[in-house]
T-cell receptor, first 116, second 111 residues
Framework: AQSVTQPDIHITVSEGASLELRCNYSYGATPYLFWYVQSPGQGLQLLLKYFSGDTLVQGIKGFEAEFKRSQSSFNLRKPSVHWSDAAEYFCAVGARFSGGYNKLIFGAGTRLAVHP | EAQVTQNPRYLITVTGKKLTVTCSQNMNHEYMSWYRQDPGLGLRQIYYSMNVEATDKGDVPEGYKVSRKEKRNFPLILESPSPNQTSLYFC??????????FGSGTQLSVL
């Protein structure tokens, strides 16, 4: 069965420090992979996605993620965190069906706090 | 402006009183879906629809109904809400195979 694991429930970093949020997935085929961010009281915003090709994906707000098939991972990184990055981050895998996907399976989320 | 609109944003109700959460998108998307978000569980899919009159169950469909009579609308119906349906609900839409656009969410409390 497909699943997504985000091992860290909470992470706290200092402003300006680097960030890595971990994501491991279980899926039988080549997955579609996503990172979403949810600010308090807001919906989800897509940060970046991986469908195929280059395994290092650039997203919005200075985020990037690297797909590592051998480790079944899709970790999110940012070289220098800003206070406005404090939010909850969700990794998701898209279950593929013919013509695309019709299901996103989400991890439990990682809540990021940023110290000034 | 392209958007997914959910109403209401907040809803408090009592056990057994039927309610409907509306969802509308203005992007002519074929695919629409409902998720519920619970602490420590992430988002779980309730129902989805690939097009008009085509709906199917997600991972947690019990206690919910949906309909897709028009392409733009995908209401979520709770015929007899129970406290375990207290949650944050999100509607989403997309073209098939493309990125999901999410609504702002509906916080439902069932007393």
């Amino acid at each position: 069965a497909q699943s997504v694991t985000q091992p860290d429930i909470h992470i706290t970093v200092s402003e300006g420090a680097s960030l890595e949020l971990r994501c491991n997935y279980s899926y039988g085929a080549t997955p579609y992979l996503f990172w979403y961010v949810q600010s308090p009281g807001q919906g989800l915003q897509l940060l970046l996605k991986y469908f195929s090709g280059d395994t290092l994906v650039q997203g919005i707000k200075g985020f990037e993620a690297e797909f590592k098939r051998s480790q079944s991972s899709f970790n999110l990184r940012k070289p220098s965190v800003h206070w406005s990055d404090a939010a909850e981050y969700f990794c998701a895998v898209g279950a593929r069906f013919s013509g695309g996907y019709n299901k996103l399976i989400f991890g439990a989320g990682t809540r990021l706090a940023v110290h000034p | 402006e392209a958007q997914v609109t959910q109403n209401p944003r907040y809803l408090i109700t009592v056990t057994g009183k039927k309610l409907t959460v509306t969802c509308s998108q203005n992007m002519n998307h074929e695919y629409m879906s409902w998720y519920r978000q619970d602490p420590g569980l992430g988002l779980r899919q309730i129902y989805y629809s690939m097009n008009v009159e085509a709906t199917d169950k997600g991972d947690v469909p019990e206690g919910y109904k949906v309909s897709r009579k028009e392409k733009r609308n995908f209401p979520l119906i709770l015929e007899s809400p129970s406290p375990n349906q207290t949650s944050l609900y999100f509607c989403a839409s997309s073209r098939v195979g493309e990125k999901l656009f999410f609504g702002s969410g509906t916080q439902l409390s069932v007393l």
